[in-house]
């Protein structure tokens, strides 16, 4: 189970962070149990940001916690690293963003700057597309403005014009969306 730390936008602030003070990683109650004591259990490392073949991907330490309670492990991912993923958010958000300003997947591809292939963004934004009702209930229950906007394309840049996608998809997992 992952527990994401909002406010950490990128790998060199959360490296800074977790250098500097990192207790604040550590969660105040088991995810699995609620129960409020939780002990370090070490980190592990993790390929964040996919870059050029021939350049060596930068590997993150990600706090493990463990709680005796329920016995499980949970980890405490920075904002910026989606579960489950090998590009950080901000690398979508573009995308995202090449999409919605009506590129196609082969143009967006070609122009994001990012070895994403073809295949990989059609998955994302087909998912983008199926999860809209989903994600616009949720993210209008926190942020009512969003109402004024019902279309897909609308609802999108102005959500992203006023908070990073990793922000945005935080919410949703917290709120117990699955995200992308």
Sequence with gaps: MAI?????????????????DPESYRPKRCPGC?????????????KADRKDLNEPSELV????????????????????IPPRSWYLWKVRQIIFL????GNSVNRTVATSGSRVCRQTVQRWWRRFLDSFSDYSF?????FPWLGRHT??????????????????????????????
């Design 151 to 180: 279309e897909l394309i609308d609802f999108w840049t102005k959500c992203l014009a006023s908070m990073p996608l990793s922000t945005v998809m935080r919410l949703l997992y917290e709120e117990g969306c699955s995200v992308p």
């Design 61 to 80: 330490h990600i706090p493990r916690f463990y709680c005796p309670e329920c016995d499980s492990t949970c980890s405490v991912l920075p904002e910026c």
């Design 4 to 20: 994401i730390f909002p406010s950490i936008l990128s790998l060199l602030h959360h490296n800074e962070n977790l250098r500097n």
């Design 98 to 101: 090449l999409l919605l300003a």
């Design 34 to 46: 609620s129960h409020t004591i939780v002990w370090c259990h070490g980190c592990y490392l993790r």
């Design 138 to 142: 949720h993210l209008r229950n926190h």
